[in-house]
């Protein structure tokens, strides 16, 4: 299968995003403009696009560049999941030249794709480090 990986999305692939966004549990109430404000937010993007500029998978990543950054959203658009492209997204996260040296990267994930994220190192049992969070609708 032919893809590319960009860095920053045009306009009619933010509008896929937000597609892609509508048919999963965690995302389907994000709009158009709070996409916008959120891409400009994220330090790095990375997307696959097929010949045609389509958008196909997604992830982002926010950092300080040095000790932690955190990734977010890796979502492959339904029609092109099993193929491996989630391992493309996870292999240029771990492999950007611009995170290769933060020290720790984390991650949100379900109980079903513990096992995925394992592959690239990725640990859930950290010494009893809970994960907090306050909700602000």
Request: charged share 30%; glycine share 4%.
């Amino acid at each position: 299968m032919n893809y590319q990986i960009v860095n920053q999305l045009n306009e009619d692939q933010i509008y896929q995003l937000v597609e892609l966004y509508k048919n999963e549990f965690w995302s389907k109430d994000r709009t158009y403009e709070r996409v916008v404000k959120m891409l400009k937010a994220s330090d790095i993007i990375i997307a696959l696009v097929d010949d045609h500029e389509e958008l196909i998978g997604f992830c982002r990543v926010l950092t300080d560049f040095v000790y932690r950054g955190t990734l977010y959203d890796v979502i492959i658009k339904p029609d092109y999941r099993n193929m491996g492209l989630g391992a493309k997204l996870l292999d240029e996260v771990i492999h950007h030249p611009q995170l290769k040296e933060v020290e720790n990267i984390s991650l949100y994930c379900l109980s079903e794709m513990i096992s995925f994220y394992e592959k690239w190192g990725f640990q859930y049992d950290l010494d009893g480090i809970k994960l907090m969070r306050r909700y602000n609708p």
